[in-house]
């Protein structure tokens, strides 16, 4: 038996990356899963690659920025299945790379938009239905940037301390009903976002990014899936509350890195 067998799951930002990654590990482990994305053909084409499979898939266009597009991902998969297990909210938005007094009113709200409000209203709209069924596990995607500095990233490193904090604070409240509420902190993962930061930034970027993770490398999209999997299982039965670092040992090191220097 598959470990997600006979589980509805949602997904934001499923088209690529890590997203990509969960979903397609999730519809391996049996879930029926529900991708929302703003890249529609990818998305479609996702989907059709997981249903060729022989897995359960459908795309639904879902703008995270957009309170309606969110509500409409979440009743699709209940109104399609019936139920709703997993609620992964993953999409977010990089923008950084300068200080904050550099930073525009436009972008923070962007960001926070994207980054944060997403998660709130994720939850807003799936909590309604794994109350009733009094079951659920919610996965937020942080960061390892919640947890250490880097210079030109306190927006981003905001939204993703929140997301921590908000993940704890639901695990409390909805302990009692039996939802799990969890959050993952990736290091840095070999997907589009930072294939785009390595363009943006250039220099030395690719390799700092080695040479900070204990481990000697960066972190596959895989690895965070696996991570996703484990918590939106039923082994994790008894694990909520808690933000699990798939992060290759990046915030147990110091930044200061001397060949670099
Ligand atoms: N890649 C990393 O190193 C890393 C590290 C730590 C945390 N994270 C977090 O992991 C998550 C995924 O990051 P990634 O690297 O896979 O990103 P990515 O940019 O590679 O992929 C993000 C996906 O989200 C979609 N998306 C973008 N804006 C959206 C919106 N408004 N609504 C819906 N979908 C939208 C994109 O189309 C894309 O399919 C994010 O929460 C990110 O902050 C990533």
Redesign the pocket.
């Known amino acids: 038996m598959a470990r997600l067998d006979g589980k509805t799951a949602v997904i934001?930002?499923?088209?690529?990356?890590?997203?990509?990654a969960i979903a397609e590990a999730m519809a391996r482990e049996g879930a029926h899963v529900f991708l929302?994305?703003?890249?529609d053909s990818?998305g479609e084409d996702f989907a059709a690659v997981l249903r060729a499979a022989g897995h359960r898939a459908d795309y639904v266009h879902?703008?995270?920025?957009r309170e309606a597009d969110i509500a409409g991902l979440i009743d699709s998969a209940v109104k399609k299945t019936g139920r709703l297990d997993i609620l992964v909210n993953?999409?977010?938005?990089?923008i950084g790379g300068m200080p904050v007094h550099e930073m525009t009113d436009e972008q923070w709200h962007r960001l926070m938009s994207?980054?944060l409000t997403s998660v709130f209203r994720g939850c807003k709209y799936a909590l309604p239905h794994m109350i009733a069924q009094k079951s659920g596990s919610i996965i937020n995607?942080a960061?390892?940037?919640g947890h250490i500095g880097l210079d030109g990233w306190t927006a981003y490193a905001g939204a993703?301390g929140a997301v921590m904090a908000m993940t704890r604070q639901m695990a409390v409240e909805f302990g009692p009903m039996n939802i799990r509420v969890n959050s993952i902190?990736?290091?840095?993962?070999n997907?589009?976002?930072?294939d785009r930061l390595i363009k943006e930034i250039g220099g030395n970027l690719a390799k700092a990014w080695v040479k900070m993770h204990p481990l000697g490398r960066i972190g596959e999209?895989s690895e965070v899936a696996e991570a996703a999997v484990y918590l939106a299982s039923d082994a994790a039965g008894f694990t909520t509350g808690t933000d699990l670092r798939v992060d290759g040992g990046l915030t147990a090191a110091p930044r200061y890195v001397p060949e670099l220097l």
Do not use: L
Not at 12 to 20: L, M
Not at 185 to 189: A, L, Q, R
Not at 191 to 194: L, V
């Open positions: 934001t930002g499923a088209a690529d990356g890590i997203g990509h929302g994305d703003i890249a990818a879902c703008d995270v920025s993953n999409a977010a938005i990089a994207v980054n995607m960061s390892a940037q993703k902190s990736p290091g840095t993962i997907t589009p976002m930072n999209p």
